[in-house]
């Protein structure tokens, strides 16, 4: 495995984004980037040249790992692929789907006699698609995917996103469990590629990386 990933370019975004509705006021979701950053912390410790694009998170940088700070799903767009080319991409990251079309310039405020409030949202850019299609495509794209259905919708979303994306492995995983998924220390995986599936874990989200890598590094270097 080392010997796979060492000296090569590995490119990793982990965290949530923020899609900002006034300036007090943001759409967020609950990713830690714990995750993302245990596997760019397993990258670095393999001799892998590691950078990490990490949302607004409050974690550590890994030692011996580049960070690149974003906020938005158009920020880490931009940072992700103002870091291509790199030989493997982990989409860690729980980017938004959504951003506000208009940003309000000043605080939404109650109005008397006013119960509701709409607001318009636009696609955010597939960074995971974009980074498959790029011309400067990396070896090995891999993206996850964070499900709330039973497994068999997670393994038929997987399987969909993995063909409709282009991408090499699709590691999904179940949230709102106890112990698992998002702001949880541990998770539990699994991953497709075209022609096969494994699961991994639950074990804490550390080994779990150092699994993963593991694992996708013995498949690139067949």
Known sequence: ??????????????????????????????????MGFALAAAAASL????????????????AGVRRIDVRSA???????????PAE??????????????DIASEKLKKQPGVDTLTLEFVRTADILADVAAHPR????????????????????????????????????NRVGLAGSGFEAADNALHVFWNGGERRFGPAPKTRLAAELLDFIGGRMAT
């Open 137 to 172: 495509r990396p070896r090995c794209v891999v993206g996850f995917a964070a499900e709330t259905g039973d497994d068999a919708e997670l393994a038929r979303y997987a399987r969909g996103k993995l063909e409709r994306k282009r991408v090499d492995f699709v590691c999904a």
């Open 1 to 34: 495995m080392s010997a796979s990933l060492a000296g090569r370019r590995v490119l990793v975004s982990a965290g949530p984004t923020y899609e900002d509705i006034d300036p007090v006021r943001f759409l967020g979701n609950r990713s830690s980037g714990r």
């Open 47 to 62: 001799d892998a040249d590691t950078v990490l694009v990490a949302g607004p998170v409050h974690l550590e940088t890994p």
């Open 88 to 101: 493997l991409y982990i989409g860690a990251a729980a980017v938004a789907d959504w951003t506000l079309r």
């Open 74 to 84: 158009a920020d880490m767009h931009a940072a992700v692929l103002s870091e291509l």
